[in-house]
């Protein structure tokens, strides 16, 4: 099949390319690069030397074969072009990852808040736009967050995607509909991914596009098969408090000797998913298309669910790392249950990895083996989520860095 990666040059983006390419499909890469200008803006770097994009795609050639072609497309800015790259390379599926994904920076002052929206939602909307104008009947494949249903604790299993309600008609009686579960974003990045779903949802409905959300959990690790095979094929590993994820974020700590940043009580319940399953996931989300005239296709892709606390203190036990209580940045509950439903994969045959399956270690190493590019001043998160928090942060820890730039 020929494969268009949207964001292909990011966390998720290099190894799902590598893992479809190695599959024996046409791969395209299109990517702003925007992710390593971030890099620059905040003054960080990933964990892992990356090289070029030019340049692991000609070490990926020269380990497998296999030829990738990269677009260096703004798709948000640059809708002439972009339309016009898919009207030529004529994808038949389109994995969309090309959004700036991090909630705290997401958060970090308005200027950050308005790129996150026009990036994000204008994306999207070029996307779709696009692959109408183009007249494809590509299946599009996006990645969406576990954090659209926000973490209310209400007493429900999550489903995918949609609820099903009973309503009371004007003339008494019940009927039943199925309605996009309803959403509750905790930051404006979360903000944009449950726009994305009315998008999809009148795309879908107006014009037969076939699409897939899959509602990823929170991603932890760094190689898969893939990245394995060269040093310089390495995926990228974020650590710093805007960019990095929690449980990475822990494993790097551990590693050199950070105490372990709790926000709050460590009561947030969240759901995670290991690197190499999440390209699974795409894989099997590929491989199993809605047809013309579905609603969006949802899939929870998670593979556990996890309290924080519960989180550090495993890595406490595994590596007698210290654990330190920080006030919590951002707008949130403190605790909240979280249960999800997320049997759609598991019947395409996936089978997860988890934390038990060892591959803690293996990060642990990595970070040991890289250290000495980390600058320590960089791991606290210091996006602060509003007027108040700031001023609640203020009280407990009055010193400059607090500040949102
Ligand atoms: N990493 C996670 O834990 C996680 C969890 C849930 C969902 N997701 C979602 O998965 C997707 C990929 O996440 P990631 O961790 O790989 O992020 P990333 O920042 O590492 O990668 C995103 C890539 O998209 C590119 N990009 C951004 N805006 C673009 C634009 N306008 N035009 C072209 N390219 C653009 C960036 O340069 C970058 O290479 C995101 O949509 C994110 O919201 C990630």
Same mark, same amino acid.
């Given at each position: 099949?020929?494969?268009?990666?949207?964001?292909?040059?990011?966390?998720?983006?290099?190894?799902?390319?590598l893992?479809?390419?190695?599959?024996?499909? #046409?791969l395209?890469?299109?990517?702003?690069?925007?992710r390593r200008?971030?890099?620059?803006?905040?003054? *960080?770097? $990933?964990?892992?030397?990356?090289? $070029? *994009?030019?340049?692991?795609?000609?070490?990926?050639?020269?380990?497998?074969?296999q030829?990738?072609?990269?677009?260096?497309?703004?798709?948000?800015?640059?809708?002439?072009?972009f339309?016009?790259?898919?009207?030529?390379?004529?994808?038949?599926?389109?994995?969309?990852?090309?959004?700036?994904?991090?909630?705290?920076?997401?958060?970090?002052?308005?200027?950050?808040?308005?790129?996150t929206?026009?990036?994000?939602?204008?994306?999207?909307?070029?996307?779709?736009?696009?692959?109408?104008?183009?007249?494809l009947?590509?299946?599009?494949?996006?990645?969406?967050?576990?954090?659209?249903?926000?973490?209310?604790?209400?007493?429900?299993?999550?489903? #995918?995607?949609?609820l099903?309600?009973?309503?009371?008609?004007?003339?008494?009686?019940?009927?039943? @509909?199925?309605i996009?579960?309803?959403?509750?974003?905790?930051?404006?990045?979360?903000?944009?991914?449950?726009?994305?779903?009315?998008?999809?949802?009148f795309?879908?409905?107006n014009?037969?596009?076939?699409?897939?959300?899959?509602?990823?959990? *929170?991603?932890?690790?760094?190689?898969?098969?893939?990245?394995?095979k060269?040093?310089?094929?390495?995926?990228?590993?974020?650590?710093?408090?805007?960019?990095?994820?929690?449980?990475?974020?822990?494993l790097?700590?551990?590693?050199?000797?950070? /105490?372990?940043?709790?926000?709050?009580?460590g009561?947030?319940?969240?759901?995670f998913?290991? %690197?190499?399953? $999440?390209?699974?996931?795409?894989?099997?989300? *590929?491989?199993?298309?809605?047809?013309?005239?579905?609603?969006?296709?949802?899939?929870?892709?998670?593979?556990?669910?996890?309290?924080i606390?519960?989180?550090?203190?495993? %890595?406490?036990?595994?590596?007698?790392?210290?654990?330190?209580?920080?006030?919590? /940045?951002?707008? #949130?509950?403190?605790?909240n249950?979280?249960?999800?439903?997320?049997?759609?994969?598991?019947e395409?045959?996936?089978?997860?990895?988890?934390? #038990?399956?060892?591959?803690?270690?293996?990060?642990?190493?990595?970070?040991?083996?890289?250290?000495?590019? %980390?600058?320590?001043?960089?791991?606290?998160?210091?996006?602060?989520?509003?007027?108040?928090?700031?001023? @609640?942060? =203020?009280?407990? $820890?009055?010193?400059?860095?607090?500040?949102? =730039?």
């Open positions: 099949m020929r494969i268009a990666v949207l964001g292909g040059d990011g966390f998720v983006g290099w190894p799902t390319t893992h479809l390419s190695a599959k024996g499909h #046409e395209a890469i299109v990517d702003n690069l925007s200008w971030v890099d620059t803006e905040l003054g *960080i770097q $990933s964990l892992t030397p990356m090289d $070029s *994009i030019q340049e692991r795609m000609r070490i990926w050639k020269e380990v497998s074969g030829s990738l072609t990269f677009a260096h497309i703004d798709v948000a800015t640059e809708y002439e072009r339309r016009h790259w898919v009207k030529q390379w004529r994808p038949q599926v389109i994995i969309h990852l090309a959004q700036q994904r991090a909630a705290p920076y997401s958060m970090k002052t308005d200027r950050h808040k308005n790129y929206v026009n990036n994000n939602v204008r994306a999207t909307h070029n996307l779709l736009s696009s692959v109408v104008e183009a007249d009947d590509t299946h599009l494949v996006h990645m969406g967050t576990m954090g659209v249903y926000g973490y209310d604790s209400i007493g429900i299993t999550i489903p #995918e995607g949609y099903d309600v009973d309503v009371t008609l004007d003339d008494g009686t019940q009927c039943s @509909r199925e996009l579960y309803p959403v509750s974003p905790g930051s404006i990045y979360h903000m944009t991914k449950c726009l994305d779903q009315l998008i999809f949802q795309y879908a409905k014009d037969q596009v076939r699409i897939t959300d899959l509602h990823q959990g *929170i991603v932890w690790g760094t190689h898969t098969d893939q990245t394995r060269h040093e310089q094929l390495i995926n990228r590993f974020d650590y710093d408090g805007d960019y990095g994820t929690i449980l990475n974020r822990f790097i700590q551990a590693a050199i000797g950070y /105490p372990l940043t709790v926000h709050g009580t009561g947030q319940t969240r759901a998913i290991h %690197i190499q399953d $999440s390209v699974r996931c795409i894989e099997l989300a *590929i491989q199993s298309p809605p047809k013309v005239g579905d609603r969006t296709k949802i899939f929870n892709q998670i593979t556990e669910v996890h309290r606390r519960d989180l550090a203190k495993l %890595i406490q036990k595994m590596t007698g790392a210290e654990i330190a209580y920080v006030p919590n /940045p951002r707008n #949130e509950s403190d605790e249950e979280l249960k999800v439903k997320n049997d759609q994969f598991t395409l045959g996936l089978q997860p990895i988890t934390l #038990e399956t060892g591959l803690l270690d293996e990060l642990i190493e990595i970070a040991k083996k890289y250290q000495k590019r %980390i600058d320590r001043s960089l791991i606290p998160c210091t996006s602060l989520w509003n007027k108040r928090v700031r001023e @609640r942060m =203020q009280v407990l $820890s009055p010193s400059p860095a607090r500040k949102a =730039q």
